[in-house]
T-cell receptor, first 111, second 110 residues
Framework: QQQVKQSPQSLIVQKGGISIINCAYENTAFDYFPWYQQFPGKGPALLIA?????SEKKEGRFTISFNKSAKQFSLHIMDSQPGDSATYFCAAIQGAQKLVFGQGTRLTINP | SQTIHQWPATLVQPVGSPLSLECTVEGTSNPNLYWYRQAAGRGLQLLFY??????ISSEVPQNLSASRPQDRQFILSSKKLLLSDSGFYLC?????????FGPGTRLTVL
């Protein structure tokens, strides 16, 4: 019940396209859902996050869509660029508990 | 602003040698601190976390140990490294619900 399942494991998108990464969870007590971006050889960086009381959050080209009833949330990258090529992790947390991470998605944007 | 440091950045050690990785956080007090390991091309495995000086919780029984001798210092250690200890070690700190990662240490055990 503490798992967060992320898909796909890897994704290739053409430059200018939309990248979509999906996550699903079981624990309805989760109350914060961040996404992290990790470039090779670097630590993950907090990209964008959402709380379950909103259905969508947008920051620049990055949007989180949240479906509370389906217990799913997704990251959309609009107008994907080669510089967006990285590994993306979704995560979930309940209050002061530990973050639960998805397995990661390796995104490649072809020029 | 808060900053998290890890050193060394890279390390190559022989099997059976000891290990000490250090993590320090600046600009905050009494942070929750975490050690993660990431195998090549894999996800993040939580190893240890600490909510205060001398308070360590272990997530996975293994060849490693952690200590927190000071409020903003977190150390990952091993007495004898195994080949399977190779990986990318990440320290993280947490402010309220947001968690921030350090730059990582690449450990190769030969």
């Amino acid at each position: 019940q503490q798992q967060v399942k992320q898909s796909p494991q890897s994704l290739i998108v053409q430059k200018g396209g939309i990248s979509i990464i999906n996550c699903a969870y079981e624990n309805t007590a989760f109350d914060y859902f961040p996404w992290y971006q990790q470039f090779p050889g670097k630590g993950p960086a907090l990209l964008i996050a959402i709380r379950p009381d909103v259905s969508e959050k947008k920051e620049g080209r990055f949007t989180i869509s949240f479906n509370k009833s389906a217990k799913q949330f997704s990251l959309h990258i609009m107008d994907s660029q080669p510089g967006d090529s990285a590994t993306y992790f979704c995560a979930a947390i309940q209050g002061a508990q530990k973050l639960v991470f998805g397995q990661g998605t390796r995104l490649t944007i072809n020029p | 602003s808060q900053t998290i440091h890890q050193w060394p950045a890279t390390l190559v050690q022989p099997v059976g040698s000891p290990l000490s990785l250090e993590c320090t956080v600046e600009g905050t007090s009494n942070p929750n601190l975490y050690w993660y390991r990431q195998a090549a091309g894999r996800g993040l495995q939580l190893l240890f976390y600490s909510v205060g000086i001398g308070q360590i919780s272990s997530e996975v029984p293994q060849n490693l140990s952690a200590s927190r001798p000071q409020d903003r210092q977190f150390i990952l250690s091993s007495k004898k490294l195994l080949l399977s200890d190779s990986g990318f070690y990440l320290c993280a700190w947490r402010r309220l619900i947001e968690q921030f990662f350090g730059p990582g240490t690449r450990l190769t055990v030969l």
